[in-house]
């Protein structure tokens, strides 16, 4: 049904179209390519290749790409926190059938079916192209600004062995083509990830260490917050596109946007299907989602939250057992856990290491009020 209504409104969304060519690697879009730097789209190393249709569809002759704007910057985010990216369904679902929906129009129902596309996970860089295609400008939060919303919208594209027609949503000739460059984005990291335009360090970036794997890190445990899923600082600083109409299934209902952590841990599997299954959050699977569930409740979850807390200390995860400890401390520093003592001596009797460690570097940086072992 969502994506119905999203084929219906095709003239109201942004999409541009015209010949697959190489387009030049922009320095705001790469990211680093040294060990300390991580980019967003890994599958190729070689930035020529990134920016080369042929390395995702040889011989491809032309090339659609679509932006959907997503969020609402006026919405003021609770203490738990999912970002806006995943209030809707699942784009990396909806954007495909959107791009086909566009190709077959305006190419045939062949074409449509025969084309090649990416949504996020794939070799190209988007932002590159979208740039170089006429779809937005750049901004110096890495994102890439579509008027009239600015940064908050996805992006994809769908390659075609047909040519289509040249279609552009924004002129360059006579515009800026880099953001006001207010720095509000720069203000708002709250881990120093985003340094200077366009250089975002991803490994320090909140919204990538919420979608990775295994072990929080130890210095970035305590600015995630309350945070499920997804940052948004960034985006949510951003004065571009504020007062511009969010269209489409993206916005979410209320209770998309006050996400229940509590839940999250306590849900059987079929219970977190068919809550989360449809979210773009969810792509990392169940155990990502209850470890930053773990941390965020330890951050800004309530008095109530210890004991629910305390049952993942035995979870066959080790990277769960580290979050419930490191969310018991949290909950301790605030004055809503009272007693470490059993906590840190359970932790200390853990078969792996890197959880005995944590115990042993919590103990160091914040020893707790009252007997320790
Ligand atoms: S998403 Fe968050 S942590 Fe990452 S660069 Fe933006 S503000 Fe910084
Ligand atoms: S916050 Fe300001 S500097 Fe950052 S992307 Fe938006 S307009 Fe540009």
């Known amino acids: 049904m969502v994506q119905r209504a999203l084929l219906a409104s095709l003239d109201r969304i942004p999409w541009v179209s015209g010949p697959a ?25 070689d930035d020529r290749r990134r920016h080369d249709p042929d390395t995702l569809f040889a011989g491809a002759g032309g090339i659609f790409m679509v932006a959907v704007p997503y969020g609402d910057p006026g919405h003021v985010p609770g203490p738990i926190r ?26 045939g129902e062949t074409a449509a079916r025969q ?61 800026d083509p880099v953001c006001v460059g207010c720095g509000r984005c720069l203000d708002a990291c709250p881990t120093g990830a985003l340094r200077a335009e366009g250089v975002v360090n991803a490994r320090r970036c909140l919204s990538y260490v919420t979608q990775k794997r295994g072990f929080l890190p130890d210095l970035l445990a305590l600015p995630m917050g309350g945070r499920l899923y997804g940052c948004d600082r960034c985006t949510w600083a951003c004065p571009d596109g504020h007062g511009a109409a969010y269209p489409g299934p993206f916005i ?23 809550t989360w299954a449809g ?18 409740l330890g951050n800004a979850g309530s008095v109530d939250d210890g004991a629910l807390l305390r049952q993942y200390l035995c979870h066959p995860s080790p990277a769960l057992r580290a979050a419930s400890i490191r969310g018991l401390a949290f909950m301790s520093r605030r004055g809503l856990w009272d007693n470490m003592t059993p906590i840190y ?29």
């Open 279 to 296: 979210k773009a959050a969810a792509w990392r699977g169940r155990r990502v989602l209850q470890r930053n569930a773990l941390n965020a």
């Open 115 to 175: 084309a090649v596309v990416q949504v996020d996970a794939g070799p190209l860089e988007e932002r590159a192209f979208a740039v170089a295609m006429g779809l937005g400008y750049r901004g110096v939060n890495a994102g890439l600004r579509v008027p009239p919303w600015g940064v908050r919208v996805f992006l994809g594209l769908a390659l075609t062995r047909a040519v289509p027609r040249v279609r552009r949503w924004v002129e360059g000739e006579g515009l």
């Open 82 to 107: 999912l970002s806006q990216s995943s209030w809707g369904p699942d784009y990396h679902r909806v954007l495909p059938a959107m791009l086909r929906g566009i190709v077959a129009r305006e190419l």
């Open 345 to 373: 001596a359970h932790g200390r009797a853990d078969p792996d290491h890197r959880v005995r460690a944590l115990v042993e570097r919590l103990h160091r940086a914040w020893p707790m009020p009252g007997p320790e072992v």
């Open 252 to 274: 979410g209902t209320a209770r998309d946007r006050c996400p229940d952590a509590r839940t999250l841990l306590s849900a059987d599997a079929f219970h977190y299907a068919g």
């Open 21 to 45: 060519r190489p387009v030049e690697v922009d320095p705001l879009f790469p990211g680093r390519s040294s060990s300390r730097w991580v980019r967003y789209t890994p599958f190729v190393e």
